[in-house]
T-cell receptor
């Protein structure tokens, strides 16, 4: 059974700091991994999607890496801003259920960036 | 234009009642989903439909019945609501099972 774990559960940093959010998964037979952002009271917004054949993806100040063999992904946020404050969720799509779209989510890391 | 919309946004009801949540997407996607986010923020898939056909049913109680009148709509009907059904329900859609999923704003259900 695939389990997805995110550490830490919560993180508070001063504005401008670079930070890393961690995601680990137990089953390495993944099709892809996706990072989402959830603002309080809102839905999820997709940030980055990494295919299993890729090592990393970048979008602006965000960089996501994937190491299938160790079952880990990291989301690196450069020069954090108060507007980055949100809950960040990682989700994996397994190869055996890839055509169904089933995502298995971690419980998220709640980030607070203080001005 | 809202890509994935849900109604209502908030739903407060008594135990034992029957309620429905509606979802519509205007992205032209073939696949739609329902997810449940519990009080600990854990998000878990409930159902997936592709072109009005049920693809995933994640051991959800029979009290929950999804209905897809067309591929742009996926509604969720809940019978005999229980306290444990209180959660945020998210609808999502994607072009197919492999592609990025786009989420609606959620429906916050509180069962009293």
């Amino acid at each position: 059974k695939q389990e997805v774990t995110q550490i830490p559960a919560a993180l508070s940093v001063p504005e401008g700091e670079n930070l890393v959010l961690n995601c680990s998964f137990t089953d390495s037979a993944i099709y892809n991994l996706q990072w989402f952002r959830q603002d309080p009271g809102k839905g999820l917004t997709s940030l980055l999607l990494i295919q299993s054949s890729q090592r990393e993806q970048t979008s602006g100040r965000l960089n996501a890496s994937l190491d299938k063999s160790s079952g880990r992904s990291t989301l690196y946020i450069a020069a954090s801003q108060p507007g980055d404050s949100a809950t960040y969720l990682c989700a994996v799509r397994l190869i055996r259920s890839s055509n169904t779209g089933k995502l298995i989510f971690g419980q998220g890391t709640t980030l607070q960036v203080k001005p | 234009d809202t890509a994935v919309s849900q109604t209502p946004k908030y739903l407060v009801t008594q135990m034992g009642n029957d309620k429905s949540i509606k979802c519509e997407q205007n992205l032209g996607h073939d696949t739609m989903y329902w997810y449940k986010q519990d009080s600990k923020k854990f998000l878990k898939i409930m159902f997936s439909y592709n072109n009005k056909e049920l693809i995933i049913n994640e051991t959800v109680p029979n009290r929950f019945s999804p209905k897809s009148p067309d591929k742009a709509h996926l509604n969720l009907h809940i019978n005999s609501l229980e306290l444990g059904d209180s959660a945020v329900y998210f609808c999502a859609s994607s072009q197919d099972g492999y592609e990025t999923q786009y989420f609606g704003p959620g429906t916050r259900l509180l069962v009293l």
